[in-house]
């Protein structure tokens, strides 16, 4: 696979290593046995995430101007040692302006070899298990600042979108950037009176203290990861609802949304509590304290942020689309609820959102999951490149091919041909519940299904997730059969439609 060094690329932006803030007490060096580690060890980013620390939560203070793309404001992260600390490093590539620890100034250097990596020296220093909050002020234009090469921070006509899958974080506030560290949210953002700023959660209050100027403020009070924190500013027409369960839902419309992609937008998000409803069946209580969703221009793509998906209008191009809002549903529990404990392990939500897919077509009467998954393995030559893609460690590269999503589903529903119904629920709602909050590998989740199956499945999971080959037989145990002649499932294109455009991600 490809391990990918991560470099902040800013023009002239030079210096990147020289201190930014400094404080007048000695530290220790930044090197030494007390430093927080500069990455998890993901298999895929090495970079991501930070050693030393658990975040519990951020409370992230904002203002942030569409004309100029100025973002200004403080996040404070309320922090806990793991170990003694003498420095520690948070994940973030705007320009920081300072840094308090323990309510003292801290020293601010840049990591040489990756500048997206800020290196924090408390005047002293840290102790395990003691919380500590640490704030961060800054400013900048993120559309100007990339990673990789790239900036994930989208520019709208009205304003801009934080929406992005893996990295989106660090456009826009500081943090320990890893699934493995959740932590509890309050985004306060004040934006100019003719937009909205919309978030996660529970719109908490929304304020006008100077004039011209609204502060929107969101609460998220359950466990999110930090890639799931979206903002998105602009001209939408926000509207509030109560589910039957007594949810808040809070969808938004981009007013600049074509008349008919709009129409078929609402016709669609609008059912999200139908959705979630059908989706429970399977997979067990909604998790979160909130439900909605987000149709935008300019995005591309539809990504599951926690509580609130957000969805490009292109979905909507040809009509309703209810497989994109039942596929970033379930990812409200596949990938939200229970993260992934690395992104090798990406298989556990795409695979599992995209099988819902399946099952929303069968309790519809648009083919059962069983004809859809037949289909599907038949439709694909065994020559064809897609099947050397392993959606079990497809690579940083194909993270997000076809592959992890399409026979990602065949290989959910080869599990299920193998243990049975009965068992196959049991697991998903085992594996939910158990799990709530947290995260888990794909080792963790066979080695659950082995357990309530008593069955040794390592040739299910071989065979569909790690082998780079057109399985002999298909998801149903069935030989691949000539598609001609062979009825298509009713909701197959609507489907086939939904994982090109989530492809274009």
């Excluded at 991501?48 to 404070?76: C, F, K, S, W």
């Amino acid at each position: 696979m490809r391990i990918r060094t991560r470099a902040c690329l800013r023009g002239a932006a030079a210096g990147l290593a020289t201190v930014l803030l400094a404080g007048t007490a000695s530290a220790a060096p930044a090197n030494s046995s007390n430093s927080g580690a500069p990455g998890v060890g993901d298999p895929y980013y090495p970079g991501d995430g930070n050693g030393g620390y658990d975040v519990t939560h951020y409370d992230i203070r904002l203002t942030y101007e569409p004309d100029t793309d100025r973002l200004a404001g403080t996040t404070t992260l309320l922090a806990t040692p793991t170990t003694d600390l003498t420095s520690f490093n948070l994940d973030f590539a705007l320009d920081v302006e300072s840094v308090r620890v323990a309510h003292r100034p801290a020293e601010v250097t840049r990591a040489e070899d990756d500048p997206t990596e800020v290196v924090v020296t408390p005047r002293r220093p840290l102790r395990e298990g003691t919380p500590v909050p640490v704030v961060v002020r800054y400013a900048d234009t993120p559309s100007a600042v990339e990673v990789d090469g790239r900036t994930a921070w989208k520019r709208t006509e009205t304003g801009a979108l934080a929406v992005d899958q893996p990295h989106i974080a660090e456009w826009w506030f500081p943090s320990n950037d890893h699934p493995t560290d959740k932590a509890t949210f309050d985004v306060s953002v004040a934006v100019p009176d003719d937009v909205s700023a919309l978030s996660n959660g529970v719109l908490a209050s929304r304020t006008q203290q100077r004039a011209g100027w609204t502060r929107w403020n969101w609460r998220s009070t359950q466990p999110q990861a930090t890639y799931l924190a979206f903002l998105a500013v602009g001209d939408y027409d926000v509207r509030h609802a109560t589910t039957s369960s007594g949810l808040p839902m809070t969808n938004a419309y981009d007013t600049g949304l074509a008349a008919a992609d709009r129409a078929a937008a609402e016709a669609s998000v609008e059912r999200t509590p139908e959705v979630v409803e059908f989706l429970e069946e399977s997979f067990g209580p909604y998790p979160f304290e909130a439900q909605g969703g987000v149709v935008t221009n300019g995005l591309g793509f539809a990504l599951e942020n926690q509580t609130r998906s957000v969805y490009d209008a292109g979905f909507f191009r040809y009509g309703s689309n209810l497989s994109v809002v039942v596929h970033e549903n379930a990812h409200q529990w596949f990938g939200d609820s229970v993260a992934v404990a690395g992104w090798d392990d990406i298989w556990l939500n795409e695979g599992f959102a995209t099988y819902a897919e399946y099952l929303w077509s069968e309790h519809a009467g648009e083919g059962t999951a069983a004809e859809l998954a037949q289909y599907v393995y038949d439709s694909i030559p065994a020559d064809d490149p897609f099947w050397r893609v392993t959606p079990g460690d497809p690579g940083a590269e194909h993270q997000f091919h076809p592959a992890v999503y399409d026979r990602g589903a065949l290989a959910a529903h080869a599990l299920r041909t193998a243990v049975g119904d009965d068992v196959f629920f049991e697991l998903l709602r085992t594996w939910l519940d158990e799990r709530q909050g947290g995260h888990g590998s794909i080792e963790e989740f066979a080695a659950l299904a082995e357990r309530l199956s008593g069955e040794r499945l390592d040739p299910v999971f071989d065979t569909w997730l790690f082998t780079p080959e057109k399985p002999g037989s298909g998801p149903n145990g069935a030989a691949s059969r000539a598609t001609a002649g062979v009825a298509e499932p009713e909701s197959y294109p609507e489907i086939a439609f939904t994982h090109r455009q989530l492809a274009r991600h």
